[in-house]
């Protein structure tokens, strides 16, 4: 539940919404949806790591795995904080959420540094196990194309 009283959303309610499928599919997949309202409850480090191990697993062309995750808490709350500044403010409301995380993919192919045309492919087949997996935890997660950037020294 959230904290303040004018807010009555349960992370229940919001993790329960189901998707109208036509026909049947895995309920987690069902379930997955774009949430706007967060708790500011920190999320259980164990949880987190297994987000990140679930993205791990994923497919990639030739298996190089280009992604690459920048995760922001309140661990370091400057760093949270300035993550949250470059959010555009149809986001506004990713703020309160205890974590954000940068998703980032490698263009060119390890070996031979050759262009990877797949790259952005993989990062988001990473990502959707990332979802899920958060879903599978009781956990919301909403993809953000809306932000800036910034100097990071
Ligand atoms: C790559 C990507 C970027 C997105 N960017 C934003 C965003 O900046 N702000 C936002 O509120 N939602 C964003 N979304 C969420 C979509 O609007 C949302 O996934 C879509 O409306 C479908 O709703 P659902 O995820 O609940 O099924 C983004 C989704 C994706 C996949």
């Given at each position: 539940m959230t904290e303040s009283n004018n807010e009555r959303i349960t992370t229940t309610t919001i993790i329960t919404k189901t998707a109208k499928i036509d026909h049947p599919i895995n309920e987690l997949i069902a379930r997955r949806w774009s949430a706007r309202a967060f708790s500011t409850k920190p999320v259980e480090k164990s949880k987190l790591l297994s987000i990140l191990e679930a993205a791990r697993w994923a497919p990639s062309s030739r298996n190089e795995q280009p992604w690459r995750y920048i995760v922001f808490t309140n661990e370091n709350p400057e760093k949270l904080k300035k993550a949250q500044s470059v959010l555009k403010d149809i986001n506004?409301?990713?703020?309160?959420?205890?974590i954000l995380i940068c998703a980032i993919a490698r263009?060119?192919?390890?070996?031979?540094?050759?262009?990877?045309?797949?790259h952005f492919h993989d990062l988001g087949a990473a990502n959707e196990n990332m979802f899920l997996e958060a879903f599978n935890q009781g956990l919301i997660m909403h993809e953000m194309g809306g932000f800036g950037s910034i100097q990071y020294t």
């Open positions: 506004e409301y990713a703020k309160r959420a205890p263009k060119t192919y390890s070996d031979n540094k050759n262009y990877n045309r797949l």
